[in-house]
């Protein structure tokens, strides 16, 4: 007889988090005193930073009672949150059901299959918050079939990234980070890293980057200024806030792949961006800095996009 020996392996959830913090030395080889890193969250087991949300909104939801007697989980994405989901409802025994705009990449949509959620597509031109809206309906037609999720007013969003993201950039820079940026979607990212950061070091300025419009490429992020705007977004805790057009987006990602031989997703790329562009600033201001900034997901889920064959 076979004894099952816990030592041995680990589980999905053991492998969220405690990503790799990757230097992106080409991209500011040009720039005096300026480091520039990205943390390399396509290492989690579902591909994104989002499963670091979404298995700290599954495991409040566990502890509260939510996902007993067949309650499946609903919720509105537009992909990585989705995925990440459908990751955990799969390895964990719990029925999914994701409100998504159905122009999301054909990555996307052949993961979830996979994963066996059941998909509800809403219409491409209400973008994520038409999704919001049915995710909403369909939580108060049914009630009693749901745990509604929820992610952009789930304070377990935010508290994940404060918990964990921050203090491992603030260990893996030892402390010498002097900026942050990330993409605000959720803004779950960057609400619970800055909170985090700015109680280790008040001095670390924390950058927020979205889409310069409502029509952008940018999957995953909201321009705030037109969106639903997520209960969990504190527009206060930003030092500064970057609007970046799609198409810098799609040229940073052309250029990380064939200059830094990083595959990264187009929000990811954009961080890359607006990191790039705060440090000319720094630099041309003669102040040295070490710029940390959130690679969300690779590109493996956009590879179909045509801008990779442009230009």
């Given amino acids: 007889m076979i004894t ?7 589980n999905i959830l053991d492998r969220i988090g405690n990503t790799p913090l990757v230097r992106l030395d080409r991209l500011a080889a040009h720039l005096d005193g300026i480091q520039i890193l990205g943390k390399a969250e396509w290492a989690n087991p ?42 955990l409802g799969a390895a964990m025994g719990f029925p999914v059901t994701l409100c998504m705009p159905s122009n999301v990449s054909p990555e996307r949509k052949r993961i979830l299959s996979a994963y066996g959620a059941e998909i509800v597509w809403t219409n491409p031109a209400d973008g994520s918050d038409g999704a919001i809206r049915e995710a909403r309906a369909r939580a108060a037609a049914e009630p009693d079939k749901y745990f509604y999720a929820d992610q952009y007013s789930n304070e377990a969003n935010w508290k994940a990234h404060y918990r964990t993201t921050a ?5 893996q820079t030892e402390g010498q980070v002097t900026h942050f940026v990330a993409g605000l979607g959720t803004s779950g990212t960057f609400m619970g890293t800055t909170r985090r950061l700015k109680e280790l070091n008040p001095a670390i300025q924390c950058i927020s980057m979205q889409p310069d419009s409502p029509f952008n490429g940018l999957e995953g992020l909201k321009h705030m200024a037109t969106a639903i705007v997520p209960k969990i977004y504190d527009s206060h805790l930003a030092d500064e806030n970057i609007e970046m057009p799609t198409e810098n987006a799609y040229q940073m990602a052309k250029s990380l792949a064939r200059h830094q031989g990083l595959l990264v997703g187009i929000s990811a790329a954009g961080a890359v961006a607006a990191s790039l562009a705060l440090g000319e600033r720094e630099a041309k201001a003669g102040r040295e800095a070490v710029i940390v900034t959130i690679l969300c997901d690779s590109a493996e889920k956009y590879l179909s996009e045509r801008f990779w064959e442009e230009g």
Avoid at 167 to 171: D, L, M, R, S
Wanted: proline letters at 0%.
């Fill in 4 to 10: 099952t020996v816990k030592s041995l392996g680990t």
């Fill in 46 to 87: 579902g591909g994104s930073v989002k499963d670091r949300a979404a298995s700290a909104i599954v495991a409040d939801a566990q502890a509260r009672g939510f996902l007993k007697n067949g309650h499946g989980l609903l919720d509105a994405t537009s992909g990585n949150t989705g995925i990440a989901y459908a990751m």
């Fill in 167 to 171: 203090n491992e950039i603030w260990e």
